[in-house]
């Protein structure tokens, strides 16, 4: 019964962690789209 108990909390670890994983890909995914909005616009204000 403690085996099955151990790898519950196994699967949970490794759910939160694949969780946290998305989340960080998610944000870096959000800040690239953001710098290069910023980008873009930092460009259209130097070439007017």
Avoid at 3 to 31: E, K, P, S, Y
Avoid at 34 to 45: D, G, I, T, Y
């Amino acid at each position: 019964k403690r085996r099955d108990h151990n790898t519950g909390l196994c699967l949970l670890v490794v759910f939160f962690m694949v969780l946290v994983a998305l989340v960080g890909l998610g944000l870096g995914i959000f800040q690239l789209f953001h710098l290069q909005k910023e980008l873009a616009e930092l460009r259209e204000s130097t070439s007017q």
